[in-house]
Structure formats: structure tokens, C-alpha cells
């Protein structure tokens, strides 16, 4: 069946299916090509490769089959025309930016913003003649105000970390293209199923594939879609040239937890949501954030904008620091950890770990207490997870 026969189909079947090449033995699973290089048959099919005249791989720099066939299912999935696989979320999101700014542009960004993202446009893109400004991203406002003759991309993250914000991509990616911009949007939380940032009129999507992609806790990834120009184009170059490549081994990982992806990511939204509730009717929970909530402050952008409330939970508890951290290390099955989106589920105290190299007033304009946990709720049962939440609660208050 051919690429195109596969955006006819829904999502679940493209993501089994779609991309997958046989090798000669005819194998039903995907091949793992553990390759640097290519043999060619002559010198003549050597020089017409090189020149792109003849179809194949090159070198795994930057071409290997089953890195194609994880980019092609992304691609698939996102509706994107092209993709681009990398070693890291963090490599994706570098290449991404640095494919569409030069010297002496600007880039406008939500200042909530994974820390490590927000480090690129806010340090090291400036050491390269790129200057930025960050908004608060839910004011469109301020995107407006801090728009500039040389903006020329524009980054946000929606729902944010680990707040969970919901960013109007809509309306954000009109402002940036009556300023000449392109929007690149980092869809981590919502994951490929819950939100199509291109659809909504972005630009770029960038993904950490570490997270939900993977799902399981072993690789790290990520991913790059945008319109086949940009891909085959700047993007193409940078990858090939600068050398971020993901493992084929890692990309086969993230080929095999694509088919699983929907039957994980729609349990994890269900049991979140269960989660959410049961947090914000506890005593010790102040506050409890969950975008599909009816007291989430973006609850019907998020309807809009979302097919699902995400498989996050942020929640405030009372009592501070001291509170949080007793509530953490009470926790028997949700364990103690920085990451998310994995089948493990997974608590963090940003204040003191994700966030801690910020500020106390930036963490404090962030909404980021000393009191707030994250939950990334993973496939467990999720009575249990009630259960170590209920005692974890009575252990804090
Ligand atoms: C994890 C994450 C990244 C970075 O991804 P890595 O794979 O760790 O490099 C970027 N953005 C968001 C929102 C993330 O959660």
C-alpha cells in the first residue's frame, strides 16, 4: 500500500501500519538496520546516489530505513507532508528554530516554556545575534506588542509545564504570520492524538519522542514535521550536516510504541481525568489543574483546541514545601521522577527540580509554588493510583 492510501485511514491503523517497508525476507515486524553505510553495485549507482539522480541511503547520518519508516509514520499521524527523526526532543527543537532565524533576527516565545527550550531562545540563541522576547502566553496581547519587523519565528508550548496553560495556537499563528513569522509549536503534552497544531494553522511541530512516543521509559527521540519544503530544505541540511541522529535502534523503538500509542494515551487521558477529580476534592489539594476541568481558567479553549484533557495532573497542596515532599515520599506506586509520559506515573516537584534553575519571581510569575506537584499518571490500574494518592494526602496533611 502506498504512503498516500494511508491518509484515507484513521489514526489507530495508520499507526500500525503506515511506513512500514519489507525487506527481502518479507518480516511482519519493522527491520532494525543496525548500518553506517550503504554498498552500491557500481561505481556508476555510487556517483548517481551521491547526486540524488537514484533513490537510497547514503550514509545514517542522516538516511537509514528505519529511521524512514518512524519518520513516515510520524508523518503520517501528524498529517504533516514530511518529517525528520532526532536523537533528542532537545535536538529537534534546536534544528526547528535554527532553520528559520539568522543574525540579526528576532524570536518571540511564551516564557513557560520546558527548561531546557526556554534556555535556547533565552541564552543561547542571543550568543548568535538572535534576539528574543517572552510573553505570557495565554495574553495575545503581549504576542501582539512584541512582535518586530524581524520576528521570524515564533515557539510556545501548549498545554505548558507545569502549569498546564492552554495557548490559543489558532490565534497565536495568525499573529505570527501577519508579522511574517512562523509559528513552531512543542506538542509534547498534548501528544500527535490530542491536538494538531498544524491544522490550527502552526507552522512547525516539534516533539520529544522520549515521552509519550516511546511511552515505556527506554529511549530518548524526537521529531521535526513541517511542510516538505522546510524538511527537504534548511531543516534537511542542518540534521545532515550538524549530525543530532537518532539511534535506528532508538527510532525502532519509537516505531514499535507508535502502534501502541493510542491505546495508551486514550487510558492515561481516562485515568487522569479520574485523578484530577479525585485530587481536587482532597482536602490537602488548594488547587488542582487539569485542562478538560470546568475550573481549568482555559477550560473552553482546551474543548476546542483538544480532543482529550492530557495525561498530566498539576496540583497545588498546602503546606508549602515540607507538605509536597511529604506527600511525594509517601507515594508507594507513583514514583519519584523528572520525566513524563511514561507507563510508570511519575511525580515531580518543579520548584525544586525542573524549575529550580529559574528565579524565585520568575517561578513565581510562572504560577510555580512551593507547594505544587506534577503527576504524569501512567498504566496502572487506576483504583491503585487512588489509593496511593489517598494515603500519600493523609501522610501531607
Ligand atoms: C522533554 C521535553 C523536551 C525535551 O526533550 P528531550 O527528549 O528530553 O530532549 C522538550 N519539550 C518538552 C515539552 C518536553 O517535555
Given at each position: 500500500m502506498s504512503a498516500t492510501d494511508f491518509t484515507r485511514l484513521r489514526p489507530a491503523t495508520r499507526l500500525v501500519h503506515g511506513g512500514a517497508m519489507r525487506s527481502g525476507f518479507g518480516e511482519t515486524s519493522e527491520a532494525l538496520f543496525l548500518t553506517q553505510g550503504y554498498v552500491?553495485?557500481?561505481?556508476?549507482?555510487?556517483?548517481?546516489?551521491?547526486k540524488g539522480e537514484s533513490p537510497g541511503f547514503v550514509y545514517s547520518r542522516f538516511s537509514n530505513p528505519t529511521v524512514a519508516m518512524f519518520e513516515e509514520r510520524m508523518a503520517l499521524l501528524e498529517g504533516a507532508e514530511a518529517a525528520r527523526a532526532t536523537a533528542s526532543g532537545?535536538?529537534?527543537?534546536?534544528?526547528?528554530?535554527?532553520?528559520?532565524?539568522?543574525?540579526?533576527?528576532?524570536?518571540?516565545?511564551?516564557?513557560?516554556?520546558?527548561?531546557?527550550?526556554?534556555?535556547?531562545?533565552?541564552?543561547?540563541?542571543?550568543?548568535?545575534?538572535?534576539t528574543s522576547t517572552l510573553v505570557e502566553g495565554t495574553d495575545l496581547a503581549q504576542w501582539r506588542a512584541a512582535m518586530r519587523p524581524n520576528t521570524k519565528a515564533c515557539f510556545l508550548e501548549s498545554p505548558t509545564n507545569?502549569?498546564?496553560?492552554?495557548?490559543?495556537?489558532?490565534?497565536?499563528a495568525e499573529i505570527a504570520h501577519a508579522g511574517g513569522a512562523k509559528l513552531v509549536v512543542d506538542?509534547?503534552?498534548?501528544?500527535?492524538?490530542?491536538?494538531?497544531?498544524?491544522?490550527?494553522?502552526?507552522?512547525?511541530?516539534v516533539y520529544s519522542t522520549t515521552k509519550h512516543i516511546d511511552g515505556q521509559g527506554r529511549c530518548l527521540g524526537g521529531a521535526i514535521l513541517a511542510a516538505r519544503e522546510l524538511i527537504d530544505g534548511v531543516i534537511h541540511n542542518i540534521l545532515r550536516q550538524t549530525g543530532p541522529t537518532i539511534s535506528p535502534f532508538n527510532a525502532w523503538v519509537m516505531l514499535k510504541g507508535l502502534e501502541t500509542l493510542p491505546l495508551r494515551v486514550n487510558q492515561q487521558c481516562a485515568s487522569a481525568a479520574r485523578i484530577a477529580d479525585a485530587l481536587a476534592d482532597l482536602p490537602v489539594v488548594a488547587r488542582t489543574l487539569y485542562p478538560f476541568r470546568a475550573d481549568h481558567p482555559q477550560v473552553a479553549l482546551a474543548r476546542k483546541q483538544m480532543n482529550a484533557g492530557?495525561?498530566?495532573?498539576?496540583?497545588?497542596?498546602?503546606?508549602?514545601?515540607?507538605?509536597?515532599?511529604?506527600?511525594?515520599?509517601?507515594?508507594?506506586?507513583?514514583k519519584i521522577s523528572n520525566n513524563l509520559g511514561d507507563a510508570k506515573s511519575l511525580i515531580t516537584h518543579p520548584a525544586t527540580t525542573t524549575h529550580q534553575r529559574l528565579a524565585p519571581e520568575t517561578?513565581?510569575?510562572?504560577?510555580?509554588?512551593?507547594?505544587?506537584?506534577?503527576?504524569?499518571?501512567?498504566?496502572?490500574?487506576?483504583?491503585?493510583?487512588?489509593?496511593?494518592?489517598?494515603?500519600?494526602?493523609?501522610?501531607?496533611?
Open positions: 552500491y553495485a557500481s561505481a556508476e549507482e555510487a556517483e548517481a546516489r551521491f532537545m535536538a529537534a527543537v534546536t534544528a526547528a528554530l535554527m532553520s528559520l532565524v539568522k543574525a540579526g533576527d528576532h524570536v518571540v516565545a511564551a516564557r513557560a516554556l520546558f527548561g531546557s527550550c526556554l534556555y535556547i531562545v533565552d541564552e543561547w540563541l542571543p550568543r548568535f545575534g538572535v507545569p502549569q498546564l496553560d492552554v495557548l490559543d495556537i489558532a490565534a497565536i506538542n509534547v503534552f498534548a501528544t500527535p492524538l490530542l491536538q494538531s497544531p498544524l491544522k490550527l494553522g502552526a507552522d512547525v511541530v492530557g495525561t498530566v495532573v498539576c496540583f497545588e497542596i498546602l503546606g508549602g514545601k515540607q507538605a509536597a515532599f511529604r506527600f511525594a515520599n509517601a507515594l508507594g506506586i507513583v517561578r513565581a510569575t510562572m504560577g510555580i509554588t512551593e507547594g505544587m506537584l506534577r503527576l504524569s499518571v501512567g498504566l496502572e490500574d487506576v483504583d491503585d493510583l487512588l489509593d496511593d494518592i489517598a494515603q500519600a494526602a493523609r501522610a501531607a496533611a
